[in-house]
């Protein structure tokens, strides 16, 4: 398709889950420091932390550490073990979540804008781009960017300021409950990938179950009933 068929002005990526296959490294790494700590840790408690943001999962990860060990840690000790981790196991290599890559590759050749906007810490951020590549973002926002992360809209707000172009003319590409909240708390539009369970819906927000065989004229069709109606 051409680019002025597309009928959004910037596309903002979330980062774990949505653009990249991280979600099973963060949970292999919370689980086995959890358990190096002498807790455990469910699936259950994975699916609470997807999304973040930092200060909710540091404060259930201490929250869930036998009685003895909680006064062993104070506040983001125990995240900053996990972000360390994390960026060492991102620089490594990381894969693209199924069917981002090819997503993501036609949106660059359309030279669409995009950004890429996450919960997570500019290290975690940039130890993830050393296996992706920068080049495919205008900018980029991480946790360190902002005075209030996900679920707050401000990342969001911030990346198309950044691009110039009004947040109400943007896509966002969401994975987790925290993150779409705070897409549609932006007055962005919305493609929710529902890989891990149900997303919140609005007027503005379309929904798929991942990002496979998904093309931009696959985008387009699904929103075209919410771009007359608005």
């Excluded at 774990?16 to 086995?32: A, C, N, V, Y």
């Excluded at 980029?140 to 990346?159: F, H, W």
Aim: glycine share 6%; aromatic share 6%; charged share 25%.
């Amino acid at each position: 398709m051409l680019i002025n068929e597309f009928p959004f002005k910037a596309v903002l990526w979330d980062m774990d889950g949505t653009l990249i296959d991280s979600e099973p490294i963060w949970i292999s790494e919370e689980r086995e420091i959890m358990e190096s700590l002498g807790a455990s840790w469910s699936e259950e408690d994975a699916l609470y932390c997807i999304g973040g943001p930092v200060g909710r999962v540091d404060a259930y990860m201490r929250s869930k550490l036998p009685i003895s060990k909680q006064s062993e840690f104070g506040e983001f000790e125990i995240t900053k073990i996990l972000h360390s981790k994390m960026v060492e196991r991102f620089k490594q290599a990381v894969p693209f979540a199924p069917g981002a890559k090819e997503l993501i590759e036609e949106m660059k050749k359309q030279a669409i804008p995009m950004a890429l906007v996450t919960a997570s810490t500019r290290a975690i951020m940039e130890g993830a781009l050393t296996s992706i590549g920068k080049h495919y973002f205008k900018t980029t926002i991480s946790d360190n960017d902002v005075e209030r992360s996900k679920p707050d809209p401000q990342g969001y707000q911030l990346a198309a300021n950044r691009i110039g172009v009004p947040i109400e003319d943007c896509l966002i590409i969401e994975d987790s409950i925290t993150g779409a909240t705070a897409a549609i708390a932006s007055g962005a539009y919305l493609l929710g990938v529902t890989h891990s369970g149900p997303l919140p819906m609005d007027e503005k927000v379309c929904h798929v179950e991942n990002l496979i065989d998904l093309e931009l004229s696959g985008i387009v069709e699904l929103f075209q009933p919410l771009l007359v109606k608005n």
